[in-house]
């Protein structure tokens, strides 16, 4: 049995603003990440790097992007991230992300949790950002590197 992870959240912001949103790094770094060495487009490699993990890399596979619709990558060299954009009637955007790919045992529970969490925190991160402006990760995560240091 594979594990999926399924979240969505509406955005009031037009499709194109959030797409870009997603894929481009000068945006992403906004609300998400630290650095990413390029735009995510199909067929591209690149690395996203986290503000509260420093030296924490991620290399991201972009193997499906159509634009206004969807962006589809492999990360973790076992897991397949969807992230589907849905115009709605006022404009808005519905943001549906599936992540799977991993059997269930007992360490992937433990992923599956994480990253539940994970790209829950990224819709809200990514809603903040575009409506109001706001970078919801600054501070957010200071306790996880005290933590690590003090224990």
């Known amino acids: ?9 509406q955005v009031q912001m037009p499709i194109e603003t959030v797409f ?3 894929v481009n790094p000068k945006e992403m770094t906004q609300y998400f990440i630290s650095k990413s060495s ?9 690395i996203w790097e986290w503000p509260e993990f420093p030296g924490q890399k991620s290399i991201i596979n972009a193997i499906k992007i159509e634009k206004n619709r ?5 990360w973790d060299h076992s897991t397949t991230v969807e992230i589907t954009l849905e115009e709605q ?3 808005s955007v519905i943001v549906r992300i599936t992540e799977s790919g991993k059997e269930l045992n007992e360490e992937n529970l433990k992923w599956y949790a994480g990253n539940t969490e994970g790209w829950a925190n990224f819709l809200a991160c990514l809603k903040a ?3 109001y402006g706001i970078n919801l ?3 957010s995560f200071e306790f996880l590197s005290s933590h690590n240091q003090n224990g």
């Open 38 to 46: 390029g735009v995510m487009e199909e067929g591209a490699e690149i």
């Open 129 to 131: 950002y575009l409506e």
């Open 1 to 9: 049995m594979k594990l999926i992870i399924k979240t969505a959240l």
């Open 89 to 91: 009637a006022d404009q």
């Open 70 to 74: 969807l962006i589809s990558f492999i």
């Open 20 to 22: 870009t949103a997603i």
């Open 137 to 139: 990760r600054t501070g």
